[in-house]
């Protein structure tokens, strides 16, 4: 547990993918400390028989990212009409920058409002550091408009 949350008594931690993993697959939603130590104790049996590279596989086909969207795939085709390995660079950055509060994301665009512009430009930038982007797809990628489809009825 690394921290209190302002205002409130519960406690607030920072968890690993393989942690939210354990907790998306074996655990449900209650917050107590047995629930984190269970959590610790499936992430350390995950990475022992799965490696870090399956984890994320996992991790990307279970996470949510929406309210009832979950997994790369489906907030891919819910956002973008499409798969995700037809998204363009500034479009993975949107559904990255989503990930610490996906409800809310969700929420702000549909409402029209700004998406996390700062947040997917530090991204774009990481892959530019990480050798996984080139720095002028990059520059195109912020410079495109984000278009998201509106949810169908």
Known sequence: L???SSGTERPRGGSTITQQLAKNLFLDGERTI???LRELLYALELER???KLRILELYLNVVELGPEIYGV???AEHYFLKQPEYLAPH???FLTAILPSPRSWHARVLAGRRGPEETMDRILANM???GALEEDVARWA???PLIIV???P
């Open 142 to 144: 912020q410079a495109e």
């Open 128 to 130: 530019i550091n990480t």
């Open 34 to 36: 047995a629930r984190k």
């Open 91 to 93: 479009e993975a950055a």
């Open 73 to 75: 795939r489906q907030a």
């Open 150 to 152: 509106p949810p169908q």
């Open 2 to 4: 690394t921290e209190l």
């Open 49 to 51: 028989a799965l490696g």
